[in-house]
């Protein structure tokens, strides 16, 4: 066992992906007492007892002070922070198995970017549903954060946002250290629509990459995609602020040009010419803007907003349109010449 400082702040991550992982790296190289449920015994095992986690983060070395292991329970005893990295579809079901062992009053942080199916809910919206707790008492971290990057420890940004400042005051102090850097906003629902969408128009960026377009092509989509993205969390609420900042354009830009990026490289194997099928059997980890181009589309068309690029996209996921034809629509659905 390490040395561990006796005032740490003892945190909780719940899910062991390349994400959850990185984030757990994040807060025990800022000083916390982390530990980390993985689903598995065997990663936690390997976590704890040779401080790596082959399988999401290779040749990465995880500090002393973060451990794994398998069991809820004994992760989130005494825990003063709770984050949760698990994929976004099965968020609900893992939020109602720690219902009951969550510990009263502390700050429960999403550090996923996705909407449930069926419901459209984000994720503070699930969380708070689900746990039954204050929106006051969540957090949601978003910004240009690929997770290998900071392995490594590239410096880098994010934004912690709630509805109550000093919760993600509290959370930006215990996420910060050296390399990370956390600013703190009340735009919960831009922050969390920015983290969702931009998932969308990296995979647009990637099926074009994947096809052979050009930069030309990539820049027009990254640029009409900001303001399909501004259009919709606008509508919904959100700050057209947010989304000029970390959790907007900056996340936009590392997730549309990086290689790193899953949902850069899921497009790009439908640009390819692979089936919606066969990139996901080819990915390793989930691809989280693949499951949300439908519920997106859904929520866009309850408040009338047009999202020209991303409905291209659902038509490549579909398989009725050619991924060479998405590019010629990318600016509008009208031949009529549009103000920018």
Known sequence: MPNLDADAPRVAVLGAGSWGTTFAKILADGGADVVMWARRREVAQEITETHRNSGYLPGINLPGNLRGHDSLEH??????????????????ANLASIRDIVPADVPVVSLMKG??????????????DELRIDEERIAVVSGPNLALE????QPTAAVVSSAHRDTAVAVAQVASNEYFRCFVNTDVVGTEFGGVLKN????????ADGV?????????????????????????????????????????????????????????????????????????????GLSS????????????????????????????????????????????????
Not at 115 to 128: P, T, Y
Not at 202 to 207: H, M, Q
Not at 240 to 249: F, H, I, K, P, R
Request: some cysteine; aromatic content about 4%; charged content about 20%.
């Open 75 to 92: 992760v989130l005893a005494g825990a003063e922070q709770v984050y949760l990295s698990v994929p976004s579809q099965s968020l609900r």
């Open 115 to 128: 909407v449930e199916k069926g419901s459209g809910l984000r994720m503070s919206e699930v969380i708070r």
């Open 150 to 153: 900071i392995a490594k420890r």
């Open 200 to 207: 969308l128009i990296a995979v647009a960026v990637g099926i």
């Open 212 to 288: 052979g377009y050009g930069e030309n092509t990539k820049a027009s989509i990254i640029t009409r995609g900001l303001v399909e993205i501004t259009d919709f969390a606008v509508a919904f609420g959100g700050r057209s602020e947010t989304m000029t900042g970390l959790a907007g354009l900056g996340d936009l830009i590392a997730t549309c040009e990086s290689p790193l990026s899953r949902n850069n490289t899921a497009g790009r194997l439908l640009g390819q010419g692979y089936a919606f099928a066969q990139v996901i059997a080819q990915m390793n980890q989930t691809a989280e």
């Open 293 to 340: 181009v439908g519920p997106i589309l859904e929520l866009a068309s309850t408040k009338g907003v047009s999202m020209p690029i991303v409905a291209q996209v659902a038509r490549v996921l579909e398989g009725t349109l050619d991924p060479r034809e998405l590019a010629p629509h990318l600016a509008t659905d009208s031949d009529e010449p549009q103000g920018e």
